[in-house]
């Protein structure tokens, strides 16, 4: 069983490494929930396909989807990556606290192992696959319309970048399926990591998934900040971009800076695994502190990579629902940029306790503190803008009122956590566990369902039901508040974090209450599919078409939803901030334009999906020791860039007429629109277009 | 009847807290509690505006209140914005002086003010295991750090295995542990009593159960301890040293006598030099 099976052929593959007949042989709940989850994966996979195939969507799929350069479809690919793993790591979130709220003075029904396997895959996924993946599907999407551009810089480069995190995304799948995933956690520490200590293919899972991740997002850094440099139409100069661009700016650079050391890290890390260099092992030389430092060098500005959208985020749905200018444009924008540049600065509060001088931790430490400043201050901005506004309770403004208000708490904790003395104690606790989640539940996940929720309409030109949003809202907070208040107790009182059973029964009401929180957390994702399901079926009723229904202040707004794929029939030139928010009130600004012109748009190219897959199937082989896999996938990914170059024939013309008929029967519908006043904005009175008053 | 269930969980829970630095038992993790107490105090300025304002201005500027003042292009003033940039520049100012303060004070490695010399303990860290020696007595115990009330213990860390890291919580907190190297940690335990000690960073299946306890114990009794162990303990020879490195948990305390000299530094070195130790 335990004997490789065709080594040449399939490399490490043993019988064993199938979940299926290890639960077969050892019947133990930890084995079948393996068993089950590789299960699902294996089903839901061939139900997708099934469903493509008796659908006849094939061709629809590759021509309209797989193969499009257009950024507004990888944005949106990118975001059901992010849905897909949102729901796989929400469950094993689950699946740990009921573990921890069983496991009290007892073995509960997760192996230590497996237990290890679902932080890992957690916290790996959450960061790389979700988060990142969501607020770049978001940046894409939205950039380019919001700067009056009709697409990114390197639109194949974009959809390389997406095929990238795809195979990486399909690797963390395949690790439920074949083989085991590591126990190494989300930061992957050697010596633990390296061969010596975990030879199987756990790491070398998570060294390549996480590659494919980092270097995806180094690429789409460059293409994001060449755009918003190199795109802008006539008259967007850079402060008059809307807060949700600055800040991806500010992501984008992070990005381009920050991925590389990861990539330098794991990089490293498979030279160690692989070449039996010795890098980050404990024998001949090698030393695990350079991989922290690495590490953190990225670790920490990525907490900012993820968070700063979600403050432009923020930003747009505060002024919209409080129809009201931004309070403190500039001094955002500084803000922003500041805490681009301190986020590099700050690394090393991750390791206090790895033996450094007193004078070391406490520059750090108060470099740390520092950072909190411009972070703190923005809050401000949002609260003066709400004032003197009219502010309206949607689904979006409910989860900034949130954000804001728990974000100061994962902020306090922060500057605790900034006081090296007070974090020798509460380092790798529950405690820790808790402040981060604090900052990314609040400061990333709350602002990336604000923006779908916020944006849905624009992109599939359909309102999202409110009732079910605001339930799916409401069990987020206070899921939030019951999951995770209690692991800063359980961190003061000295749990450590990834323990998989404890002994002290003082912790178990506790353990009950984050259990309790952790379901109503599923909840919140249930509510919102639910949410998906009912908005789809009654979407003829609340439809808009129009492309307004929250009287937007920026770009993306004065197009129709969903935009034609040329984004704007011409490119806008605009003479100040906001200008369409204030062009509805000044001028006529669904006036056609004098004249329209043929636009050359992308053709479709597969060079992307065949470097996705061809680069998915190398790393696979790279984690079996597939090597004929491995060099096949590199030669596939090469010839595919040599090829691509020889294409000549690049582009296609949308002709004049066909965007005179697009753009003409849009304005026809905006002018039989009746004008929906904020009152009722979330009733099916909205047909996208806003009554201006001003 | 749920409010009474809430209830009988938070009183049953109130004892967790107990297990950590709330119920210091030595001057080091004292000095961090106090610390904790006034960062919080000064925090609770930091958060309350903005918990007092979020609520306040969004339910008064709400659209269905017609009597209030809408200003839609209102988007700047410099006193509101000195208001929001000066304060928290001067609490961070107040808090990085204290900050670098406490750093120094209670800095890990720094010798504890005592007339006694410290009693020097060597720790390494192994899978999934503690292994404390006592190089002035040649013994050696495995998850159990006994100590004499109110004298300094100087602790010097290495590891056999991966990284590790060493918590007290309600004594003195983490310092990381690694192969090849040397780290310090100094506190001291005012009362007698156990208290329980851990690794925090995750190495592996036996992990949850890498715990020890530090008995604390008043000086007589402490030398007691040290004859009885020296007269009992098994000693150390080569198959302990191998048994030791095994991947294995101690279900209770073990004791060691004849410990050769020099044998931290032997196991700190140990992995230099040759591969990885376990394949
Ligand atoms: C929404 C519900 C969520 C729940 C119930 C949840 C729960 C958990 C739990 C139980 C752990 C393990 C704690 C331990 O070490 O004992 C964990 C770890 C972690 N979570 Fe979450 N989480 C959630 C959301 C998120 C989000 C949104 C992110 C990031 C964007 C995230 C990132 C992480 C990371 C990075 C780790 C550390 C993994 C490691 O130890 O290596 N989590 N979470
Ligand atoms: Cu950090
Ligand atoms: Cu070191």
């Known amino acids: 069983m335990t004997d490789p099976v065709w080594p040449m052929l399939l490399g490490r593959f043993t019988w064993d490494s199938l979940p299926f007949v290890r639960a077969w042989h050892n019947p133990t709940t930890n084995e079948l929930i393996a068993a089950a989850a590789g299960g699902i994966v294996v089903v839901s996979g061939i139900a997708v396909l099934v469903l493509i195939t008796v659908l006849r969507r094939w061709r629809w799929l590759w021509t309209e989807w797989l193969t499009s350069l257009d950024h507004k479809k990888i944005g949106i690919l990118y975001i059901v990556i992010a849905l897909v793993m949102l729901a796989r790591a929400l469950v094993e979130a689950n699946l740990m606290r009921l573990q921890q709220a069983v496991a009290v003075g007892n073995p509960g029904f997760v192996a230590p192992e497996h237990f290890a396997e679902l932080f890992s895959t957690h916290g790996s996924i959450m960061i790389f696959f979700m988060a990142m993946p969501f ?49 190494g956690g989300w930061s992957g520490y050697p010596p633990f990591t390296e061969i010596g200590f975990n030879p199987g293919v756990g790491p070398d899972y998570w060294i390549w998934a996480v590659t494919l991740g980092s270097l995806a997002s180094t690429m789409t850094g460059i293409n994001i900040a060449v755009t918003i440099y190199k795109m802008r139409c006539p008259g967007m100069k850079l402060m008059r971009m809307p807060l949700f661009t600055w800040t991806s700016l500010c992501t984008a650079i992070l990005m381009i800076f920050a991925m590389p050391p990861l990539t330098v ?41 993820v968070i700063l959208p979600a403050f432009g985020i923020y930003s747009e749905v505060v002024s919209t629902f409080s129809s009201k200018e931004l309070y403190g444009y500039k001094s955002l924008v500084i803000a922003t940029m500041a805490i681009a540049v301190l986020s590099f600065t700050v690394w090393l509060h991750h390791f206090f306790t790895m033996g450094q001088s007193a004078s070391i931790n406490a520059a750090f430490g108060i470099a740390t503190m520092a950072i909190g400043v411009p972070t703190g201050v923005k809050i401000y901005n949002w609260i003066w803008t709400m004032f003197r506004g009219e502010v309206r309770f949607t689904t979006p403004m409910i989860y900034a009122l949130a954000f804001m208000m728990t974000f100061v708490l994962g ?224 030669i596939v990914i090469f010839a595919a860039v040599v090829a691509r170059s020889f294409v000549r024939d690049t582009h296609r013309v949308i002709p004049a007429s066909e965007v005179a008929r697009i753009d003409e029967s849009w304005r026809e519908a905006t002018a039989r629109a009746q004008p929906v006043p904020r009152e009722i904005e979330t009733s099916p009175a909205n047909q996208g277009l806003a009554l201006v008053r001003s | 009847m749920a409010s009474l269930a809430a209830l009988l969980l938070l009183l049953g829970g109130c004892g967790a807290l107990d297990l950590g630095v709330m ?69 961070v100012a107040g808090l990085g002086v204290l900050l670098c303060d406490a750093t120094h004070q209670l800095d890990p490695y720094r010798a504890l003010p005592s007339k006694q010399p410290p009693l020097e303990v060597q720790v390494v860290a192994l899978d999934w295991k503690w ?76 992990f949850q159960h890498q715990k020890f306890s530090v008995v604390a114990m008043p000086d007589r009794e402490y030398r007691h301890w040290l004859t009885l162990r020296a007269a009992d303990g098994q000693p150390f020879d080569d198959n302990v040293l191998k048994s030791l490195m095994q991947k294995s948990v101690a279900q209770r305390p073990l004791f060691f006598s004849k410990v050769p000299p020099g044998l931290f530094e032997h196991m700190m070195m140990a992995n230099m030099q040759k591969e990885e130790a376990i394949r």
């Open chain 1, 135 to 183: 607020l770049t599907g978001l940046i894409n999407y939205l950039v380019p319309l919001q700067i009056g551009a009709r697409d990114v810089a390197f639109p194949v480069l974009n959809a390389i970048s997406l095929w990238l995190t795809a195979a990486g995304a399909a690797l963390m799948m395949a690790s439920l399926v074949i083989g085991r995933f590591s126990t």
């Open chain 1, 265 to 305: 890290a794991t990089a490293l890390l498979a030279l160690d695994r692989y070449l039996g260099f010795h890098f980050f092992t404990n024998a001949l030389g090698g030393n695990m502190m350079h991989y922290a430092n690495l590490f953190w060098m990225f670790g920490h500005p990525e907490v900012y990579i």
């Open chain 1, 411 to 634: 902020g306090l904790t922060g500057i605790i956590l900034a006081f090296p003395p007070l974090d020798y104690i509460v380092h790798n606790t529950l405690f820790l566990v808790a402040h981060f989640h604090n900052m990314l539940i609040p400061g990333t996940l709350y602002g990336l369902l604000a923006a779908y929720t916020f944006w849905f309409p624009k992109v599939f030109g359909y309102r999202l039901d409110e009732r079910w949003g605001r339930i799916s809202c409401l069990c987020w907070i206070v899921g939030f508040y019951l999951a995770f208040m209690p692991l800063y107790v359980l961190g003061a009182s000295g749990m450590a974090r990834r323990t998989q059973a404890v002994m002290e029964t003082a912790y178990r009401p506790w353990l009950y209450m984050a259990e309790a929180g952790a379901l109503i957390l599923l909840c919140a994702f249930a509510a919102l599919i639910v949410q998906l399901w009912v908005s789809i079926r009654r979407r003829g009723a609340n439809d808009v078409f129009v492309g307004d229904p929250w009287d937007g202040r920026a770009l993306e707004w004065s197009v129709s939803a969903p935009p034609p794929e040329f984004n704007f029939a011409r490119l806008p030139h605009v003479d100040q901030a906001h200008w369409f928010y204030d062009a509805k009130r000044k001028y006529a600004p669904y006036a056609p334009p004098i004249a329209y012109h043929d636009i050359w748009m992308l053709r479709n190219s597969a060079v992307a999906p065949v470097i996705g897959i061809a680069s998915g199937a190398a790393t696979f082989g790279l984690v079996w020791h597939m090597w004929w896999l491995a060099i096949f996938g590199l």
């Open chain 2, 23 to 91: 119920n210091h038992a030595g001057p080091v993790a004292a000095d961090q509690w106090r610390l904790y107490k006034i960062v919080a105090v000064v925090l609770i300025f930091v958060a309350g505006p903005v918990l007092l304002l979020v609520p306040l201005i969004a339910y008064h500027y709400r659209l269905d209140n017609k009597d209030d003042a809408y200003r839609p292009n209102w988007g700047f003033s410099w006193s509101l914005e000195a208001l929001i940039w000066l304060p928290p520049i001067a609490i």
């Open chain 2, 131 to 206: 292994l404390f020696i006592y190089p002035d007595d040649g013994i050696a115990t495995v998850n159990q750090l006994a100590v004499p009330v109110g004298r300094p213990v100087h602790l010097s860390l290495t590891s056999g295995t991966v990284m590790q890291s060493l918590l007290i919580p309600q004594l003195a907190g983490q310092i990381y542990a690694m192969a090849g190297m040397r780290t310090q940690l100094n506190f001291a335990a005012d009362r007698p009593g156990v208290y329980r000690g851990l690794n925090t960073q995750f190495n592996g299946a036996g």
